[in-house]
């Protein structure tokens, strides 16, 4: 979850509307609504506005952004099985690979000196 999602997140249960966050923040409801849509970036003074029209401190929306990301991180025992299924076709194509030569490595190389 992105700092946008998290500001989106925590409007939507204060019930506010993008025009009243915005008219606080000093902003327009479209760029809070593209912010919220991941589709632009806030300035560091915008992020400080928009959280004060929430009246969050700038800190809690990184913290609950980075407690959303860990959260998605969980790989689920599919995941895990897939993992190491590939894990175990890499090793296999890496034993099966033709090894090059040393001797065939010093002829195509650069001949400086």
Do not use: H
């Amino acid at each position: 979850m992105n700092i946008g999602q998290v500001l989106r997140k925590i409007r939507k249960e204060r019930k506010a509307s993008l025009e009243e966050i915005a008219l606080v923040a000093g902003t327009d409801a479209a760029n809070l609504s593209r912010v919220e849509r991941d589709k632009q970036r806030l300035t560091p003074d915008m992020l400080e506005n928009v959280a004060k029209a929430l009246d969050v401190p700038v800190s809690s929306l990184y913290f609950i952004a980075e407690q959303n990301m860990q959260s998605g991180k969980t790989v689920s025992d599919a995941g895990k099985a897939a993992a190491a299924r590939l894990e175990n076709a890499l090793g296999r194509f890496i034993l099966l690979a033709p090894r090059r030569r040393i001797s065939n490595w010093r002829r195509t190389s650069w001949n400086c000196c």
